[in-house]
């Protein structure tokens, strides 16, 4: 079967196509024929630092995020059958409770083989079986992107009808935060340099958008918005150069859940607004299974669609690469694997 490597190149360059002989399976592991693969900003991440880190023998496949059929199992499977239509979690150990070291030292593309593959070796235990309502496309996008919303508004906060929720930027999580958001009753402010994305964020619900650009001060925008009491959580994916705004966002008592890092992992923050606040930072690292399980119910139930922006083929993947790191996207970028 085909298989996507990274290798020690330079960018994208790392992205290696290359032919795998398929992997036996132990009694409790899953054959998945891989049908859809999306992309996260750690994949970018991954791939451009291909060429500078120690890499594993055989080379590592990228990418956590994967939906595809059941097409073999083990002897001792007794989770899913031929045929079921799964996704896989991003923590293949991470079943419930709480995050541990333990589940991290297992990650889908990270410390072990992800999804950009024709096929992937799965322990059952780390597979989901996916609504008849998603095609497979839309159930990739769910993995990272999907979890971590969810983990961000219901896990690592809890909000309602009546709450307000802010979300940076129009990527993946934040889109799925809107939409979960808005599903559970609250209010949502949507930040965007793009008039085109705000005006998309509109269309999916959003109550207000503002210009980060045109309007640093956004956080207090936000908070004047919400009559100075404060938005009750901020989807924070920003890092260093967002985190001062999303304090000044917040209301008293309310949640950061901190889950990006997109202007880098340090720089100078204000710690007051923290404490002067009561506020509560909560880091967010996807989440386990069980966790995914309630969002597909959620998304079931309400009927809520994933925004798939753009779909490329297998052989184009490092095209795919290019198009999240551009930054014009409106949701999540798919590989098809057909």
Known sequence: MRAYELHPHDGF??????????????????????RAVSLNYRDLSLARSAHRRALPSPRLVPCSDGAG??????????????????????FPDWIDGRFAAVHHTRALGGTVDGMLAEEAVVAEHALVTI????????????PCAGVTAWNALFESAHIGPGSTVLVQGTGGVSIFGLQLAKAAGARVVVTSRSEEKRAWAT??????????????????????????????????VGGPATFDQSVAALRYGGT???????TGVKGEINTYGIFHKALRVHGVYVGSRRMFESLLTAMTVNNIRPCVHRVFPFDDAAAA????????????????VE
């Open 321 to 336: 690469y290019q198009h999240l790191a551009a930054g014009s996207h409106f949701g999540k970028v798919v590989v098809r």
């Open 203 to 236: 269309t999916l619900g959003a109550d207000v958008t503002m210009d980060y650009v045109s309007d640093p001060r956004w956080g207090e925008t936000a908070w004047a918005w919400s009559g100075g009491q404060g938005v009750d959580v901020v989807i924070e």
């Open 69 to 90: 059929e059941v097409v073999e199992v083990g002897s001792a499977v007794r989770r899913v059958q031929v045929g079921d239509r799964v996704a896989a979690i991003f």
């Open 256 to 262: 950061m859940s901190l889950l990006g890092v997109l």
């Open 13 to 34: 360059g790392s992205l290696t196509l290359v032919e795998r002989d398929r992997r036996p399976l132990d009694p409790h592991d899953v054959r998945v024929r891989v």
């Open 131 to 142: 609504p008849a309502s998603l095609s497979f496309e839309e159930a990739a996008t769910l």
